[in-house]
């Protein structure tokens, strides 16, 4: 069992930048691929980017390629997303999610977070 905590939320102007962290609890956490995902207010839940649980392989989707990054600390059982160069329309509830298959895929992931929301003024 893995519970995950998001944080660093926030309303922000376009162009700025947020880091979004993910505290997991449990001692599994270095075994899992991470990922995050988001949902716009009227819109499916999306990919974003997702790391690897070892080797810390990174793969991201189109319209977050060069201005995301994700990383995590598995001593630390934390995951981070940096964004930077922000849009409004990345607006929206970003969530992070463990699970054992390293993919892009949201039904792959077994444990989710509650979710942090990220506001991006034009």
């Known amino acids: 069992q893995v519970q995950l905590v998001e944080s660093g939320g926030g309303l922000v102007q376009a162009g700025g930048s947020l880091r979004l962290s993910c505290a997991a609890s449990g001692r599994t956490f270095s075994t899992y691929a991470m990922a995050w995902f988001r949902q716009a207010p009227g819109k499916d839940r999306e990919f974003v980017a997702t790391i690897r649980p070892i080797g810390y392989a990174t793969y991201y989707a189109d319209s977050v390629k060069g201005r995301f990054t994700i990383s995590r600390d598995n001593a630390k059982n934390m995951g981070y997303l940096q964004m930077n160069s922000l849009k409004p329309e990345d607006t929206a509830v970003y969530y992070c999610?463990?699970?054992?298959?390293?993919?892009?895929?949201?039904?792959?992931?077994?444990?989710w977070g509650q979710g942090t929301q990220v506001t991006v003024s034009s």
């Open positions: 999610a463990v699970g054992t298959t390293w993919s892009s895929d949201a039904s792959t992931y077994v444990y």
